[in-house]
């Protein structure tokens, strides 16, 4: 109840009166993200770490979650994509159905969208199949820790489910549907079990980081 009560008080007010899922609120977070120059910089921080992670060589790049952000500033040529119709974005897609020929993208770029997937085994079959040889997906997102775990059961909106047993989940909507245990759930606790369905998919590399500044910049959801 108090958790609920703190979030309302904090809750930014462009968006406080809409629900999560509504189109406004992600056209409305491209703006919340511009007025806020410390959450700005963060977000600068992010796709600079994804621009500097791509592979060299041919193929596009796709980014999934494209409508609040402005990730092809950093990376020229960039696909950027969403579930639904958003201003500025090139194509409506969805990660577990991609319209792409088979090895015809270099890298997958996304910040804060694997979490919302209901079916992630669905996304990464899909990935091996688009991503050509040396292919990368890069993502930003949330992770568990002692310190994530009270943040998330208190401060913030949506499911956050480590012990849930399957990777799926039933999704109320693009954005309110998530548990944000769920890369770690993938890439820690059943990293064997991802390393035996897709082989062709190596773990390079994870990095937890930015335990503290997110939760002061209030995010795009909160105020500072």
Request: net charge neutral; aromatic share 10%; charged share 20%.
């Amino acid at each position: 109840m108090a958790n609920a009560l703190l979030r309302r008080l904090l809750a930014h007010p462009l968006t406080a009166s809409l629900g999560v899922d509504d189109l406004a609120t992600t056209e409305l977070r491209k703006q919340i993200i511009a007025s806020k120059p410390f959450l700005k910089a963060i977000y600068n921080e992010w796709y600079g770490m994804l621009a500097g992670g791509l592979p060299e060589g041919e193929g596009e790049v796709l980014e999934l979650g494209s409508g609040a952000g402005y990730c092809e500033t950093f990376i020229p040529g960039l696909i950027t994509s969403e579930v639904f119709p958003c201003a500025q974005v090139k194509l409506v897609a969805d990660a577990q159905c991609m319209p792409f020929a088979d090895g015809s993208l270099r890298a997958i770029v996304m910040t804060d969208v694997m979490h919302h997937m209901p079916d992630v085994d669905r996304f990464f079959a899909e990935a091996s199949r688009c991503l050509r040889k040396g292919g990368k997906i890069l993502m930003i997102e949330p992770w568990v820790s002692s310190w994530s775990r009270l943040v998330y059961t208190r401060l913030h909106h949506e499911p956050f489910l480590p012990e849930a047993e399957e990777w799926a989940f039933a999704s109320t909507g693009p954005l309110s549907g998530a548990n944000s245990a769920l890369p770690w759930i993938v890439f820690v606790r059943d990293r064997r079990k991802f390393e035996s369905r897709f082989p062709e998919l190596e773990i390079g590399g994870i990095r937890p980081f930015l335990p503290f500044r997110y939760l002061l910049s209030g995010g795009v959801g909160m105020r500072s």
